[in-house]
C-alpha cells in the first residue's frame, strides 16, 4: 500500500529480514527427504549457496572448498588476487590497518592495475580443484577482460556492480549492451544488483541466467548511507520473484533469483528462500572461517573505490570451518 512521504512524493512500506519471520505450515516433512539442490545453467548444486565475490572472503582455495562442499563461489577478477602477483602480502597489509587509516590505504593498494596474466592464473587455479569456477566483473570492465577468463576455463560469469541496469545511459562513453553480451558469451551468466521488480524483469530480459538481488543491505556495504539508495531486502526479493514469474509467463524461461547480501543467520538465509529467492549470495558469515583469506576481516567491492567508497573493512572472529558455517555441526546458539 502507497503511503504519502510528502506532497507529490509517495512511498511503500518495505520489509528487511529482522521485520518479518515464516509462519510454519499445518504439515512438517523429514528433512532427509528434502532437495535443496538448484540449477545454474548447465551446472547442477547440493548448495543453493554463492560465496560473495569479496578478497577476504573467496580465494582459488575456499573457492575449491567451497565447491567440493556443493557450493559455488566467486572470485573477484578486478581484486587482490589479479593485481598482485603475492595477495597474501596484501591481504597482511590490509588486515593490520588501524581503523583510521583502513579506507585510505586500501585506495591506494588497490590503484595497483589488473595484471591479464593473472585473470588466467587465478581461473586455471579454481579449475586444478576440480569445481566448478565463477568470477565477476563490473560492466565497465567485462569487455576488457572475459576473455582471457574464459580461455583459461572459466564457467560461470558474474557482471556486478552496486547497481546494475539493463538500460545505461551515458553521454560520454559507450555503455555495455547486456542483452547483446550475454548472447554472445559461451558460458552463463549473473547479473545484478538489483532491488526492484522492473529493473529485475527487464534484466531477465538480457538473457541471464541468474539475477542478483539486494543494494546495499551486506555487513560490509555503506552504499545506502553514502548513495541512500536500498530497498530493504525481504521485499526487494519478494518484488524480484514477481518478476520472475512475469518473466516466466511471457517466455517460458526460469531465471534464478539470487539473495545477495544482508544475511547473517541461518534464519535470515530462510527467510530468503521463503520471500522467493532461489540460492542465496554470502559474504561475513564464510569470511568468519578459518580459510578465509581476509585474516579476521571482510570488506565490499566498492570499499576501496579511488572517489566514492562504498564500504567499510568489517572485523570479524574466525570459529569454524567453512564446512562447519555451511554444514554443521553449529557451535553458536544464535544461528550464525
Known sequence: MEVEIGKGKKGRRAYGFDDIAIVPSRRTRDPDDIDIAWTLGPYRFELPLMAAAMDGVVSPETAGIVGKLGGLAVLNLEGIWTRYEDPGAELERIAGLPPERATHEMQRIYQAPVIPELISQRVREIKEHGVVAAASLTPQRVRGHYELALEAGLDVLVIQGTVISAEHVSLTSEPLNLKEFTREVPIPVVVGGCASYSTGLHL??????????????????????????????????????????????????????????????????????????????????????????????????????????RGARVSTVQNGSVEEILLGPAHENDGT
Open 204 to 309: 531477465m530480459r538480457t538473457g541471464a541466467v541468474g539475477v542478483l538481488v539486494g543494494v546495499g543491505p551486506g555487513a560490509a556495504c555503506t552504499t545506502r548511507g553514502v548513495l541512500g539508495i536500498g530497498v530493504p531486502q525481504a521485499t526487494a526479493i519478494a518484488d524480484v520473484q514477481a518478476a520472475r514469474s512475469q518473466h516466466m509467463l511471457e517466455t517460458g524461461e526460469y531465471i534464478n533469483v539470487i539473495a545477495d547480501g544482508g544475511m547473517r543467520t541461518g534464519g535470515d538465509v530462510a527467510k530468503a528462500f521463503a520471500c522467493g529467492a532461489d540460492a542465496v549470495m554470502i559474504g561475513s558469515p564464510l569470511a568468519r572461517a578459518y580459510e578465509a583469506p581476509g585474516r579476521g576481516y571482510h570488506w565490499g567491492m566498492a570499499t576501496f573505490h579511488p572517489a566514492l567508497p
